[in-house]
Nanobody
Framework: QVQLVESGGGLVQAGGSLRLSCAASGGTFSSYAKAWFRQAPGKEREFVAAINWSGGATLYADSTKARFTISRDNAKNTVYLQMNNLKPEDTAVYYC???????????????????????WGQGTQVTVSS
């Protein structure tokens, strides 16, 4: 069974940067698409960014496209989310998720639909102060 563990969250001032990491174990990590979602207090969980199994295709929410970068290192079983120019509205718990349905030999893009993601981490808090 795939286990996902997020790290790298914390408190940062507006305009600052953070890099989140998600380490996977217990499955064929390199064959799954990965994504980041977030949930702010009182709001529904929303899509942030996703990357397909090979790293050849990425997808971003409009609100994060110009500031966040998702990447993966299959040799380390880890996916990253580099977040730059953070804003107070980025404050949320960030979750890593894995989609076993996006794997080789598909070269298609990852999904933004959280229902496609079967495995989830526990989340890491990101707080951006103004």
């Amino acid at each position: 069974q795939v286990q996902l563990v997020e790290s790298g969250g914390g408190l940062v001032q507006a305009g600052g940067s953070l890099r989140l990491s998600c380490a996977a174990s217990g499955g064929t990590f390199s064959s799954y698409a990965k994504a980041w979602f977030r949930q702010a207090p009182g709001k529904e969980r929303e899509f942030v960014a996703a990357i397909n199994w090979s790293g050849g295709a990425t997808l971003y929410a409009d609100s994060t496209k110009a500031r966040f970068t998702i990447s993966r290192d299959n040799a380390k079983n880890t996916v990253y989310l580099q977040m730059n120019n953070l804003k107070p509205e980025d404050t949320a718990v960030y979750y890593c998720a894995a989609d076993p349905g996006n794997g080789p030999p598909s070269a298609g893009p990852p999904s933004f639909d959280q229902n496609e993601y079967a495995y989830w981490g526990q989340g890491t808090q990101v707080t951006v102060s103004s």
